[in-house]
């Protein structure tokens, strides 16, 4: 029975946990995986290779961001009250320890167990005759004439090195043909360059997975570059730079044009991480850190490759389905199977998508059935990533060239799909369609398409809500719904926010969603507040919500108030959480589980008791600060009854049981693996479900 708490004050900033810190933390579960012997041998590989990608976007956005408050005095604080220049501390210390940690796994684990199974990367001193010709000819062949060393002189200053660039500093000893010797020179390798290279099987010994570095060969030859001297060093590096893109919204005519424009900044903003061959001499590291005006906390020391996420293309490459996930093939409903087309499947009822267990193929046939339908007048869509060759897309294009009104709502600002979207805007606009880019100052995240077909001489609606992009591949590898509906209410409201997306006006009342920035927020906390006076009043009380992210400090507040009025809260936040479980007088009726495993927890899923009678809604949104204030976001109820019970019981309850993936949050902000008490079952919540869902 849950326990009622005396009520404290909730703003004592030891309450909160730091968002940075809490997103070292969740990469500390991923990395856990890599180390893991129950993950096969080449996915091991590529959880070792995600937290790198990690690392990479939290330097270029959160680390940045943190060192231009540091370097502007900036005096306002999140809850948890740490000042830029304390949490940039904090955060090198567990960064450190992180990348000590994965190359640690990388050289004393994956290294030789791959070996054993015949996959090998050799070093310079494991090259035999046969294949020191062939690098040889490699060398000379595709890299020589492509690589530009550049010795560092009066005449030529140290060159500026692209974001996230593999780059070599030589140390070099004699003179050059016109008597020059400043000892050192640099040489960027071209990213057109592949950073693993496969050696032919018919090099004896003939083996089919035998791969060297491309920083192996450069190292092996680089004396050549520099004909006449000698090269006493060479030293592989990195740096990262500032990658967030700053666009006044306010002043600018053309936000594609302004967008386009600041991209090209990507590539040479301030540096915050170098990353350096661990056998790099201090006198040549302080060189280059002093080059980036970097401090010694900055520079990260690297047992291997610096970039470890090029090494993410080995499961690709190499054939061997046993060191890899098994396949399977995802499920469709059987009323969509058993329906003669898609819009009579909806008809018949609401249809709920959870997916990868789900195939997401339904919703790509309700886009190309509303392209090629001719009863269909008009397709309207948000697009925030879709990846390349995208079969949503080509069926927006579709639509448009059959002369359909087809609207796509194109979020530009999606981090590092800029370039991409603006891309798929001018595409969309040559097919005809009509583009917009959303609400100046607010990113459109919401994910919805709505279809409106004429039948038996009226407009029906047809509207797919989802928590998960529109994007082919993702769908096979994070957990998201989709719901595909007729209902006269929720369609209108999709109908609605697509008005506001393009044209101006006061938002009106929405019939039954709740929407970022005006309803969400404030509907979150009127339901929190509802469970608060149902257990006082000795109702029935209580709160699960599944998210990705949760920081947003009135609503841990709430949360917290709930706790100390007895109502029991469960929460599953795969990533950053700010909120403290099991204090004292403040959350011990609160519990907070991370699950991590094959398939990147992705759907938002909120449920209020309500007395029993629950409320279940799906959204696009985390609860954090920019979901519910500076974005379009949208959040849904779940009606029927069929649907309800299939969200509690495959979207919460397995995971609540989950003794395989799951990691428990401590007070102290610590993360411990789930234990399996004895006689317990071995329960795994994704695992269940591709054998409940997929076929």
């Not at 071209?190 to 018919?202: A, D, F, G, N, Q």
């Not at 520099?226 to 893109?245: E, H, I, K, W």
Request: hydrophobic residues 40%; aromatic residues 8%.
């Amino acid at each position: 029975m849950a326990k009622t708490a005396t009520s404290v004050d909730v703003d004592r900033p030891d309450l909160y946990i730091n968002r940075e810190l809490s997103l070292l933390e969740f990469n500390r579960r991923v990395l856990e995986l890599a180390k893991s012997d129950d993950v096969p041998l080449l996915e091991r590989l590529r959880f070792l290779c995600i937290v790198s990608a990690n690392l990479d976007e939290f330097f270029e956005i959160r680390v940045a961001g943190l060192k231009q408050q540091q370097a502007l005095g900036a005096t306002q604080r999140d809850p948890d009250n740490l000042s830029p220049t304390e949490l940039l501390r904090r955060i090198a210390a567990l960064a450190h320890e992180l990348v000590a940690e994965q190359y640690r796994i990388l050289n004393d684990v994956l290294f030789p167990l791959l070996g054993e199974e015949g996959i090998r990367f050799l070093k310079r001193d494991q090259w035999n005759a046969a294949q020191e010709r062939w690098l040889d000819e490699f060398f000379h062949r595709e890299l020589q004439p492509i690589l530009t060393p550049i010795g560092l002189d009066p005449a030529h200053p140290f060159p500026r090195i692209l974001n996230k660039n593999l780059t070599f500093i030589v140390t070099l000893e004699g003179k050059d043909a016109f008597g020059r010797n400043s000892g050192r020179a640099v040489v960027q390798a071209p990213r057109s360059l592949p950073r693993v290279i496969r050696l032919p099987e018919s090099i004896e010994p003939a083996r089919p997975d035998t791969f060297v570095f491309l920083s192996s060969i450069i190292h092996a030859h680089v004396e050549e570059l520099f004909p006449g001297m000698r090269a006493v060093g060479c030293y592989q590096f990195r740096v990262t730079r500032n990658s967030d893109l700053f666009v006044d919204e306010e002043a600018v005519k053309d936000l594609r044009l302004a967008v386009a424009g600041e991209l090209p900044s990507r590539r040479f903003g301030d540096a915050v991480r170098l990353e350096l061959a661990e056998d790099c001499p201090p006198q040549t590291g302080q060189f280059l850190a002093d080059q980036f005006s970097l401090s010694g906390e900055d520079v990260y020391f690297c047992n291997g490759p610096v970039n470890l996420m090029r090494v993410n293309q080995i499961p690709d490459l190499v054939d061997r389905p046993d060191l890899k996930y098994p396949g399977y093939t995802p499920g469709v409903p059987e009323r969509i199977q058993s329906a003669p087309d898609i819009f009579a499947a909806i008809r018949s009822g609401d249809i709920l998508l959870n997916h990868p267990f789900h195939s997401f193929v339904p919703v790509l046939d309700f886009l190309r059935s509303a392209a090629a339908d001719p009863n269909v007048l008009s397709i309207r869509q948000t697009l925030y990533r879709t990846g390349a060759d995208s079969s949503v897309v080509k069926a927006l294009l579709d639509a448009a060239v059959a002369g359909k009104e087809v609207l796509a709502v194109i979020e530009l600002r999606a981090r590092f799909d800029e370039a991409a979207n603006i891309g798929l805007a001018a595409q969309l606009q040559e097919a005809g369609a009509q583009v917009v880019y959303g609400i100046v100052g607010y990113k459109t995240h919401a994910k919805m398409a709505l279809v409106i077909r004429r039948e038996n001489g009226e407009l029906r609606r047809y509207a797919h809500l989802g928590t998960g992009n529109y994007h082919d591949r993702t769908a096979r590898l994070y957990t998201d719904y989709g719901l595909l509906t007729t209902d006269t209410e929720l369609a209108l409201d999709v109908q609605s926010i697509f008005q506001q997306l393009t044209a101006m006006g006061r938002a009106g009342q929405l019939n039954k969603m709740l929407q970022s920035p005006f309803t969400l927020h404030g509907g979150m906390l009127k339901h929190i507040e509802q469970e608060i006076a149902n257990a006082k009043a000795g109702r029935k009380a209580g709160v699960i919500a599944k998210m990705n992210q949760l920081i947003e400090k009135d609503v841990i507040k709430a949360l917290y108030r709930a706790s100390q009025a007895g109502v029991p809260v469960q929460l599953i936040v795969r990533g950053i959480c700010s909120l403290r479980p099991g204090v004292a007088g403040v959350s011990e009726n609160i519990a907070v589980r991370s699950i991590v495993g094959r398939f990147l927890e992705h759907a938002r899923i909120f449920l209020f008791e309500n007395d029993g009678d629950a409320r279940i809604y799906l959204s696009s949104a985390d609860w954090m600060g920019r979901n519910f204030f500076s974005r379009v976001e949208t959040c849904f109820p779940i009606e029927s009854p069929t649907i309800r019970r299939a969200v509690i019981e495959q979207g919460l309850e397995p995971y609540l049981r989950d003794n395989s993936n799951a990691w428990l949050l401590q007070a102290d902000g610590s993360y411990q693996r789930a234990v399996r008490r004895e006689g317990d079952a071995r329960s795994c919540a994704q695992e269940q479900l591709l054998e409940e869902l997929a076929r």
